[in-house]
C-alpha cells in the first residue's frame, strides 16, 4: 500500500499565478462546500488538522497545496511523492458575487490548465441528491480530460443499508458503475485504503 509519511502545507493561491511550479503528480479534491473535502484530506494523510474544517459552509477560500513525501522523506527509495489541492467549494450562496466569480474564474484555470492533475476526487454528501450542477460539472471534466472519481462523503451518517441504497441512485444518475463511486466517512477512516490504492495507481500510469 501506498505509505504516506510526511505531509506539509507548500502554499495557498487565490489566483492562477500564484499556483505552485511543480511537476509533482497532483490529486485534487473538489465538490460543494461542506461536501467533506478538508476532512478527507486530513484522513487520508492521517492528519488531524493539517487542513482547517469546519462547520460553517465556504471554510476554504482558497486553493491550499500540500505536498505528501516531499524531498526529505523521497530520499527513501519506495516513497512516491505527490500533492494535493485542497478546493474552495462551489455554490456556497452567501458569498458575495465577486467573491463567487474570483473563485469560479480560479477553479476553472485549475481545471483547464494544471498538466501534471493526475486526476481530482469530486466529493459529494451521500445523503444529498445531486444535481444538473454536478451532472454538468462532470461532463466538464470529462471534456477537459479530467480523470474524475466520484467520492461519496460522510458514510457515517446513515445506515448500512441507506449507504448501499445511495450509491445506487448516484449511479444511475451519473450513469455509471456502482463499483466507480468511492464511499468514504473521514471520521470512521472508511474507504482510505481504495483512496490510497487508486492515487498509487495513477502514480504508476
Ligand atoms: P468548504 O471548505 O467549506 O468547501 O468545506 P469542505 O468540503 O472542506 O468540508 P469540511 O471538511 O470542512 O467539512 C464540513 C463539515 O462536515 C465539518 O463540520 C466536518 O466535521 C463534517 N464532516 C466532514 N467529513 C465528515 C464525515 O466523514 N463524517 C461526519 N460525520 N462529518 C464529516
Ligand atoms: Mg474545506
Avoid: W
Wanted: hydrophobic share 35%; with cysteine.
Amino acid at each position: 500500500m501506498l505509505k504516506i509519511v510526511s505531509a506539509e502545507f507548500m502554499q495557498g493561491a487565490v489566483n492562477t499565478q500564484q499556483f505552485p511550479q511543480s511537476s509533482v503528480p497532483e490529486f485534487a479534491f473538489f465538490g460543494r462546500s461542506n461536501a467533506g473535502k478538508s476532512s478527507l484530506i486530513n484522513m487520508l494523510l492521517n492528519r488531524k488538522n493539517l487542513v482547517k474544517t469546519g462547520s460553517k459552509p465556504g471554510m476554504t477560500k482558497e486553493i491550499n497545496f500540500f505536498i505528501v513525501n516531499g524531498p526529505a522523506a523521497a530520499k527513501q527509495a519506495s516513497l512516491k511523492t505527490f500533492c494535493v489541492a485542497d478546493l474552495p467549494g462551489y455554490g456556497f450562496a452567501q458569498r458575495s458575487f465577486s467573491e463567487r466569480n474570483r473563485i469560479d474564474k480560479m477553479l476553472y484555470g485549475y481545471c483547464t490548465a494544471r498538466t501534471q492533475l493526475k486526476a481530482l476526487f469530486f466529493l459529494m454528501d451521500i445523503r444529498r441528491d445531486p444535481t444538473e450542477t454536478e451532472r454538468h460539472t462532470l461532463d466538464f471534466f470529462k471534456q477537459h480530460g479530467i480523470k474524475t472519481v466520484l467520492t461519496a462523503t460522510k458514510s457515517d451518517k446513515i445506515g448500512k443499508t441507506e449507504q448501499q441504497q445511495r450509491i445506487t441512485t448516484l449511479a444511475a444518475f451519473f450513469n455509471c458503475a456502482k463499483d466507480g463511486i468511492l464511499l468514504t466517512s473521514s471520521s470512521k477512516k472508511t474507504g482510505r485504503e481504495q483512496l490510497l490504492n487508486l492515487i498509487s495507481g495513477y502514480l504508476d500510469s
